[in-house]
C-alpha cells in the first residue's frame, strides 16, 4: 500500500485522481440517463442501447485521427478544454426540447472528446509521477474505472429513482466543470517538447497518422501494445455472454449480475495485491504467467460449471488482470522519448475500441454457438495470441535501455 501512498503524496496526481473519480462517476450516471432519455421519449430499446455504441464508438476514431492534439496543445490546457466542451455538450442534451436525433449525435460528440481527454491525461502522467510512484498511480485510475464498472449502473439507477434524466445530466455538466476547475488549479501547465511544433508544417490528421506509424514501427512498443489490447479484447467475452449463460443455467438478471462482477473484483484484487506483495522487478517478469491466467481457467467453462463456479472461475481470470501493471512498466523502458506522449495516448484509445470489440465479437458469435462453447473458443484464442506475443521474449529490466528503440523480443 506503501506504493499507492507514494502516489498520492504527489500534489499534483491528488488532482488529477480527483478529477478522475468525478469524471468518472457523472459519466457512469449520464450514460445510464442518456439511455432513459432516449427510451422515455421513443419506447425504443434499440436507441437505448445505441446510446452506449455510439459513446464507445469514437474512442478509436478519435484516438487515432485527432490524436496529434495531444503534441500540438499543452496537456492542462487540453484537459479542461475537453472538460468544458463536454459540459456544455451535456447542457444542450438536458435540454427539454432537444430532439432525439439531436441527442445520439451530441453523444457521439461526448465519445469523441473522451479518447481525447484520456489520451491527454495518459500522456502527462509520467512527467506527473516520476520513478516509482508512475505504475501505482496508473493502477489507482485503473480501480476507479473497475469501481464505476461494479457500482456506477446501481447508484446510477438509485438517483434515477431520485431524479429526472434531465437532472442527471446537469449533475454530469457539474462533474465536467468541477474537474476542469480542479485540472486548472491543481495541476502545472507544461510546455511543449521542443520537437512537437508541428502544427502549421502539416495537417492534424496527416500528423496523427504520422505518429501513429512511427509508434507502431518500434518493433518493442509493437508487442506490447499489441499484447495490451489482445488480453482484455478476448478476456472480456464472459461478460459480454454473461446474460445469455446465466440463462442458460436458469438464473435471471440477478444471477447475471454477479457473474458480471466476479473479473472487475479479481482484477481490483490482482492490482493491489500484486502493487503491494511483488517488487517492482518481477511485475514485469510476471507479465506472461499473468497474461495466461486470464485465459486458462475459462477452459474450464467447457464443463458448462454451475453460478458459483463459474464466479470463482472468473474471479481467478480477473486476478490476471494484474499483467497490465508490468506492461505499464514495461512500456516506459521501451518507447522512445519523443514518442512517448502518442504511445499512451494510442495505447489509451485502442484498449476502450478492442475491448468494446471483444464485446461485440463475442455476443456475435453467440448467435451461433453455445456461450460455454464461445468463451471456450475465446480462452484458446487468447492463449495462442499470448504465447505468440511473447514467444522469445525474456523480461529482464537490466538488458533494456530506457530509450531502446529496436526491439526487446526476438523470435
Not at 426540447?97 to 472528446?113: H, K
Not at 493502477?139 to 437532472?167: D, W
Not at 482484477?267 to 522487478?281: C, D, I, M, R
Amino acid at each position: 500500500m506503501s506504493r499507492y501512498r507514494t502516489a498520492l503524496g504527489i500534489r499534483e496526481f491528488r488532482a488529477i485522481f480527483t478529477a478522475h473519480i468525478v469524471s468518472m462517476v457523472g459519466a457512469v450516471t449520464a450514460n445510464f440517463a442518456l439511455a432513459m432519455l432516449v427510451y422515455s421519449r421513443t419506447g425504443s430499446s434499440l436507441l437505448s442501447a445505441l446510446v452506449f455504441a455510439l459513446v464507445l464508438a469514437p474512442h478509436l476514431i478519435a484516438g487515432t485521427l485527432l490524436s496529434a492534439l495531444i503534441d500540438r496543445l499543452p496537456a492542462r490546457r487540453l484537459l479542461v478544454c475537453c472538460n468544458l466542451l463536454s459540459a456544455g455538450l451535456v447542457l444542450v442534451i438536458s435540454l427539454s426540447g432537444t430532439p432525439v436525433a439531436a441527442v445520439l449525435a451530441l453523444a457521439f460528440a461526448l465519445g469523441l472528446i473522451e479518447p481525447v481527454f484520456s489520451g491527454a491525461r495518459a500522456a502527462t502522467l509520467p512527467d506527473v509521477l516520476p520513478g516509482d510512484a508512475y505504475v501505482p498511480g496508473r493502477s489507482l485510475m485503473r480501480l476507479v474505472a473497475q469501481g464505476a464498472q461494479l457500482g456506477g449502473f446501481a447508484v446510477g439507477g438509485l438517483l434515477m429513482a431520485a431524479f429526472s434524466p434531465q437532472v442527471m445530466l446537469l449533475i454530469n455538466a457539474g462533474c465536467f466543470l468541477f474537474s476542469a476547475l480542479v485540472l486548472r488549479l491543481g495541476t502545472k501547465e507544461r510546455r511543449l517538447h521542443p520537437d512537437d511544433g508541428t502544427t502549421g508544417r502539416t495537417s492534424l490528421l496527416r500528423d496523427s497518422l504520422h505518429g501513429i506509424g512511427a509508434v507502431m514501427r518500434v518493433p518493442a512498443v509493437r508487442r506490447t501494445l499489441l499484447l495490451g489490447w489482445a488480453v482484455p479484447a478476448l478476456g472480456v467475452i464472459p461478460e459480454a455472454l454473461a446474460v445469455p449463460y446465466t440463462a442458460g443455467l436458469g438464473g435471471g438478471a440477478t444471477a447475471a449480475g454477479l457473474l458480471l462482477t466476479a473479473i472487475p473484483l479479481g482484477t481490483v484484487a490482482g492490482e493491489v495485491l500484486t502493487n503491494w506483495l511483488v517488487p517492482k522487478e518481477r511485475q514485469i517478469r510476471m507479465i506472461g504467467p499473468a497474461a495466461l491466467l486470464v485465459f486458462a481457467p475459462m477452459l474450464l467453462f467447457a464443463l458448462r460449471p454451475g453460478l458459483v463456479p463459474a464466479i470463482a472461475v472468473l474471479f481467478m481470470c480477473g486476478l490476471g488482470f494484474s499483467t497490465q501493471l508490468g506492461q505499464d512498466r514495461l512500456l516506459l523502458q521501451v518507447v522512445p522519448e519523443e514518442l512517448r506522449a502518442r504511445t499512451l495516448s494510442l495505447q489509451t484509445a485502442g484498449l476502450m475500441f478492442w475491448q468494446g470489440l471483444g464485446f461485440a465479437a463475442g455476443g456475435a458469435v453467440a448467435e451461433l454457438f453455445s456461450p460455454s462453447a464461445v468463451i471456450c473458443a475465446g480462452a484458446v484464442a487468447g492463449l495462442f495470441a499470448v504465447l505468440l506475443l511473447l514467444r522469445g521474449a525474456v523480461f529482464d529490466t537490466e538488458k533494456w535501455s530506457p530509450r531502446s528503440a529496436d526491439g526487446v523480443v526476438s523470435g
